[in-house]
C-alpha cells in the first residue's frame, strides 16, 4: 500500500494547463466547457514509462490548446500511453481521438460506450437533428425552443473528433493496472449505457466519471435513439453498486466537481432529489400531461437552448420510470405522447436507496 496519509476533502482548483496532485501517481487537471458547468475534469495517472489519461474533454480549439500547454508542460518528461474514457459524452470522449492520433496512445473504453460514442461521431447532422425532432414533438416540445435547441444546443453532442480505429474494450470487474495500483472496473449505468468508474480499493481511491458528485445531480435522460428506454433502472442499480462496493472514506474523483470523500452523503442527496422531483410530476400529471409541458416541474429556471431538449429528455426518463413503477399511464393522442398520474401515492427516497446500511463486497 503506498504510504499515504488521508487527503483533505479539499484540493488546489488547477489553472488550464496545469495539474494539482492529490495522491502520490494521480493528478488533477480541468478542460474548458463552453456550456454550464464550464469544465470538466481529466485525471492522469502515473504508469511508470508513460501517463494513463482518464477523459479527455470536448472537441474543441480550446481543448487542444489545454491538451498542447499539458504535454508541452507537466506531461513533457513521458508519453501519454493510453486513454481510458470512462463514458460517450463529448465533454469526456471528445478528444480521445485526437489525443490518440498525436500521441500514438491506445483508447480503452467499454463496449457499449464505444458504440454509442462512434455512432453519435458517425451521423450526418440531418439524420441526427430529423431524429431528435420527431422525438420531442412528440413529447410535446414547443416549435420555437425546439428549433432553437437543434440549432444550438443539441450540436454540443456530436462535438467528438473521430474515434481511433482501434480500441481496448474494458468491463465491468476488469482489471486496470497502473504503475503500483490495481483498479477494478466498476460498471455504472444510467448516466450513460454503461459508464467505467475505477475503483482502487487498496489506496480508497474511486474515479467515477459523471454517476458521482458532491453537490451536483446527474442527469438521466431518455435519448431519442432509444426512446422508450428506462434508464433509471440502471441508475438505481448503479447507486447501490456503489453504496455496497466504495467505503465511506473514499476519495472520490468525479467528472466536474472537486474530489471530495461522503459515499453515503452523496447518494442520499442524489436519492433525495430524484425522490422529490418524482413526487412532483406525480402531483402535475393528475390530468394528461405530455413531457414537454412536465419541463417546469424539473426544472424551474429556462434551461435555454443549451439545454431545452435534454431536460425534456430528462422529464421522459423520470416518466419511464414512473412507469414502470405503476405511477403513471401513458397514452397517444394525435401523434402526442401524454402521461398520467395513476397512483398518487407518494415515491419514497427508500426506492432509489433501498437500505442505508453499511456494507462493502468483498
Known sequence: MHDTAPAP???AVP??????????????GRLPLHYSPH???????????????????????????????LISGPLASKPITRILVTHWHNDHLGMAGWLARRTGATLLI???????????????????????????????????????????????????????????????????????????????????????????SEDNIFICGDQLSDRLVPPVAVMSDQPDANPYAGFIASMDLIRRSIPEDTLILPGHEEPFRGVAAALARQATKHTEVCNRLLKAAHEPQSAGELVSQLSRSDPGSTWFGFVVSRVVAYAHLLLAWGHLSRAVTDGRIY????????????????TTETETTP
Open 9 to 11: 476533502n479539499t484540493f
Open 15 to 28: 489553472c488550464d494547463g496545469e495539474l494539482t496532485p492529490i495522491a502520490p501517481g494521480i493528478a488533477w
Open 339 to 354: 402521461f398520467t398520474t395513476t397512483l398518487t401515492e407518494e415515491i419514497e427516497i427508500s426506492r432509489f436507496l433501498p
Open 39 to 69: 469544465h470538466v475534469n481529466i485525471y492522469v495517472l502515473d504508469d511508470v514509462d508513460g501517463w494513463l489519461v482518464v477523459d479527455t474533454g470536448v472537441d474543441s480549439t480550446a481543448s487542444r490548446e489545454s491538451w498542447l500547454a
Open 110 to 200: 467499454s463496449d457499449e460506450e464505444h458504440q454509442r460514442g462512434a455512432s453519435q461521431a458517425d451521423q450526418t447532422r440531418h439524420a441526427r437533428d430529423d431524429r431528435e425532432r420527431r422525438y420531442l414533438l412528440a413529447h410535446g416540445a414547443a416549435l420555437p425552443a425546439l428549433d432553437r435547441w437543434l440549432a444550438e444546443g443539441f450540436q454540443n453532442m456530436s462535438m467528438i473528433f473521430p474515434l481511433p480505429e482501434t480500441y481496448i474494450p474494458i468491463g465491468p470487474r476488469d482489471p486496470v493496472r497502473v504503475g503500483k495500483r490495481t483498479f477494478q472496473i466498476l460498471p455504472l449505468s444510467g448516466h450513460s449505457p454503461l459508464a467505467s468508474g475505477l475503483h482502487c
